[in-house]
């Protein structure tokens, strides 16, 4: 039967056979034992970090291989065919290595970069508060020049690998009075005098990944940690979220795959009415409109992906769209599959509970569905104004 | 340190499958992997290459298509691998095997450690290992499951797996060993390697290219003949014993008995 041919080179079918390697050997054996101990996945970091994939996006001249948006959703798409909380924590460290790599000074790019390529310091990006989730303009953590020092004070939400990542690039108002304009970025690093960890976020799914709060109590950081300009932190939290959000829609579509897979095979073994499932056209029918979905999302996000790569300006509208749509579609096949494998499908000794859980998380982070239904809304309103 | 990794390329045992009426392996269709035991083998090299330096050279004897097996190996970090393909080597049994491998590992040079797996999962032999230590005129040990190197870089110490328990053994290299799966967890491909592998010529050394007397190789330099093969059929019986525990126990202890079992 003839697949969707999407062209791949040669090396992006590596990266593809690696990373699918990684899902199988080593996340998919221990995946359920994860999330019920809501256990950090440090051994697979580590056999990611040995398998390079830490650094597929970063340039080589920091040790990495300098591939774009798609070759990582290609990555992040079979790392998720295993579990996507242990691939949310591996993203979440491109999220934070991106305003380094996008704004970062040279020598700041020196300093970080080759260990977050080799794997060897895991990153977390720092955006979301109580107050400020989607109106990130409602930031209240400060910094305040103090000699050749900042001064950072407020509490950060929500932050995956919070506690377990050593490089944190986040954003704190610099002026509260230029709204979204005040907003800055900073590289806080563990151990910073003032920085510490709240709670560990007990979740819904995504248990294998850390959620935690940042505390920063007074935290004094060296001049040279901010990232780019004063008041340029929203722009480059933005910036960063476009780039990130199609891995996002290839998280969801892996995850839809492996739900896919999990159905289509219980469906030909379980014997009901003398006949396997698979040949009642009721179930027929909902996996012939999950796979079909999954493959038009999975369409979306590589096209997407690739125009990303190809250097193209104002993706947030095409970004938002990577996301929504195969994160929706997610949600709804892994529902299906639950559905299909009947009261097998709710018990916790079937993979697709946990990949229904694990699901949900997918409509809200990196940008609720609704902000990006906003998003793709207020960019039409711009393209129209124009015609 | 030196170390030389022999590997073999066998048919997958996941996909493996059997012509009963010529008493073959179906090996059209069948995916030829690296022998498990060899990935243990090739683990344990690049453990001692981690630690003290070297050179880990990959050695497999095979058709054209062994090639593969060889980039493998390159892809989870070996320096080199050199192919040992001639027709001339067809049908080799472990006595023209260890000869031709023998005379590959002379003409690398000195070497400290060569590692092999306890056994190709084809074959089931477990004789190469040790068949070309002797040909080498190098000591060895087989089943290690454990082992560490001593501080004068030279001396290993070994845990060797019998059947009753373990030997604790000392060691001298140059040296063979051939390797348990419990003596390690071997690592994933790197993208890096995977890279370099993908680029990497094979050089393939054939008889002449190794100095080989043609009556040591193929099938000409093995003493081993196989007359035939078959598959093995198994019987599947069942037979529900009556009567009290004893009456059972008895009844198939001689069952056993009748079967020369016990």
Known sequence: ?387 | MNIVVCIKQVPDAKTVRFDTEKGTLVREGVEAVINPFDFHALEAGFQLKDTYGGEITVLSMGPPQAENALKEALSLGADKGILLSDRAFAGADTLATTYTLAKAIEKLGPVDLVLCGKQAIDGDTAQVGPGLAVRLGIPYVTCVNALSVLDDGKTMHLRRINEDGYDMLELEMPALLTVLASLNTPRLPSLKGKMRARKAEIPVWDARELGAKPGMIGLEGSATQVVSTSVPTFEARREMLEGSSEEQVEALVSRFKEAGIL
């Open chain 1, 1 to 387: 039967m003839a697949h969707v041919n999407y062209f791949l080179t040669e090396e992006q079918q590596m990266i593809v056979d690696l990373a699918r390697q990684i899902a199988v050997e080593k996340i998919i054996p221990v995946r359920a034992q994860l999330d019920e101990n809501e256990e950090f996945p440090w051994d697979i970091m580590k056999d990611m970090a040995q398998a390079d994939l830490f650094g597929l996006y970063i340039p080589e001249e920091y040790g990495g291989f300098a591939k774009g948006c798609f070759e990582n959703c290609l990555a992040l798409e079979q790392l998720a065919y295993g579990c996507i909380a242990v691939t949310t924590t591996f993203a979440a460290s491109a999220l934070g290595g991106y305003p380094i790599l996008l704004f970062g000074s040279d020598e700041q790019k020196a300093r970080y970069l080759p260990d977050i390529a080799a794997g060897k310091r895991l990153v977390a990006f720092g955006l979301t508060e109580a107050n400020a989730g989607s109106d990130a303009a409602g930031i209240q953590t400060t910094a305040v020049e103090d000699g050749d020092h900042w001064v950072l004070n407020g509490t950060k939400q929500w932050i995956t690998s919070g506690g377990e990542a050593e490089i944190y690039t986040i954003v704190a108002m610099t002026n509260k009075n230029k709204g979204a304009r005040g907003a800055t970025s900073f590289i806080v690093e563990k151990g910073d005098p003032g920085f510490s960890f709240g709670k560990k976020e007990r979740k819904m799914g995504l248990n294998a990944s850390s959620t935690r709060e940042l505390v920063f109590n007074e935290c004094r950081i060296p001049k040279d940690r901010i990232l780019g300009r004063k008041g340029q932190g929203f722009i480059m939290a933005m910036r960063t979220l476009d780039i990130a959000r199609p891995g996002i829609g290839a998280i969801a579509v892996g995850l839809a795959q492996a739900a896919l897979d999990e159905a289509v095979k219980y469906a030909r073994q379980r014997i009901q009415f003398g006949q396997p499932i698979i040949s009642f056209q009721a179930l027929q029918h909902m996996l012939a409109d999950m796979a079909t979905k999954i493959e038009a999302s999975r369409a979306l996000v590589y096209s997407i992906a690739r125009t990303i790569d190809e250097g193209t300006k104002d993706t947030a509208k095409i970004s938002a769209m990577a996301k929504l749509f195969a994160t929706d579609m997610a949600m709804q096949v892994t529902t299906d599959a639950v559905q299909i494998l009947g009261g097998y499908g709710y018990m916790k000794s079937y993979p697709v509970e946990k990949m229904m859980r694990d699901a949900k998380i997918l409509q809200i982070y990196e940008g609720t569905n609704q902000i990006l239904r906003n998003v793709i809304g207020q960019a039409l309103n711009k393209e129209y104004a124009k015609k």
